[in-house]
């Protein structure tokens, strides 16, 4: 009895003296990043700051190429926040395959914000716009500007950073910080005390893709008494996902009100539950004989029923959700097999569900280069399924494969050279007169489509086109998209009408997809450019 007692009296007298000593040690650690950093009333006076990065996205997880060299899409984001009223701004901009993709503005509040849809001229509330509180925005600032990451320690305290044992990273030696609760480690310059690496190990977002992140912060420069790195670039599982240079930074500008205004002109989206309005719940609706559609208004499945078994089409999603859609088609499938997913790209958000599919004993239905990617979906961990070993997979081999079991004939179609990646799969059946795709546009929804048809949307229309001069497609009543509603002919031809285009916000130029590079100084090798001939292999330090 007396052994137990010591120890409980070692612990009670031992590990308040060694936690005051840990807690003791990080106010001395944040102190010195502090003063390495202009000091710490300097870096709280920042009242507000506005910041521009341009570069490039290297889009391992969303590139045309499942293998390297992976693309590059041109992006640009504007930050502008008020760090004392916790409000302010993120404009999003990219291009994609010489079109573009995203051109979008985010008002901050501190609890939710704002989404503007710069194509509908709408604004939406809530939604997605729940994610980006203000906390959500300066998580942004922190991942381009080290800095901030000071500045987030110095007004949240961390008690549990320590010092780690000196690392080397990529040849250069470095004292570490250990953030335990950020499962991270900061890397900093012997001489300079300037935070040049912060890595966070096993940190897995949704789709388990930031396994294994790296950011990396150099050329640095002084302004108004405080250290800013010029360059940020980011390095997923190894590879290289990010290269961004600083274009302009303010410390202490002018309140800007109009930036947290909705533009003239903008109107509160009617419904905001879902790409199409039709709500989160997880519906089934018949388009034909044989022919269905189930899922939700953010991600539709086509299901077919060939006569002896059962095909669908896309499989995006979580498995969770593949496993509800799959269960509110079952009265409809009068106990036929589900033989083949057909996943209809490679993209995580397209392809994660496969480890369901595989689950319940379906075929994986894809082009020879796919496999490889998949294979890698299958490996991780998501949604309680552990890594998967088994699975069957059958190939296209052409660019046309047809299934036809004596019920409805269902036509797998290769769309090679599709704008959003190589080896895209449409899934046409013709006695529907239904075409159904993923990503080249988003549905129809409100007053009007989703989206002008830019150069993603006019590029297919010129492949429909080709391969209804060959007899493959016939006529088309239902354009059917994985993300949004269905459209008729005339629906979509009025999409294709419209020109997609950034509304020019307040403050914020369009887009110049054709001098953007020659406008900020960077070299440009993507847009035009179908196969990159190198990628990114410089990530040393200095």
Known sequence: MKIPMIVALFVAFVS??????????SVAIIAELATAYGGEQRLRDI????????GYFHARFQSRHTEPPYDRIPTRTFLYLDLAQEIGVEDRISAWAGGLTMGSRLIYGRDGAVTLNTIERTYTPGGMAEMHGYASAFNALRMRQ???????LVENPDSEISRGQAAVLHGVEYDTLVMPAASATIYIDKETRLIHAVARNGVSSMMGVEDDTLRIYDQYFERDGIPVNRRARYFRSGLASGDYQLAALTFGGPERPEYLAVPAGFALASDTSGYDGSGWDIQTRRIADGVWLAGNGDTRILYVDTGAYWVATEAGGMPSY????HEAMKPHMNGEPLRYIVPTHHHDDHAIAIKYYTQVGATILTTRDKEGELRQLLQRSVDGIGPQSEARFEF??????????GGTAYRALVYAAAPHTENMIVAYVPSARAIFQADIWI????DGPRQGGGYPVRHFHRWLSEQRSRGIVGEIDHYLAVHGSSMTTSQFMDMLNRERSVTVLPQNEAWPLDSWSQQYGLTDDTIGNSRRSHTLQDHSLH
């Open 443 to 446: 549905g129809y929804g409100g």
């Open 16 to 25: 308040p003296g060694q936690a005051c000593a840990q807690e003791n040690q």
């Open 396 to 405: 296209l081999d052409s660019p046309v494969v047809t299934l036809d079991s």
């Open 47 to 54: 009242e507000r700051v506005e910041i521009d990065w341009v």
């Open 146 to 152: 080290a800095w901030a990451w000071v500045l987030h």
């Open 322 to 325: 593949a496993r509800e859609t």
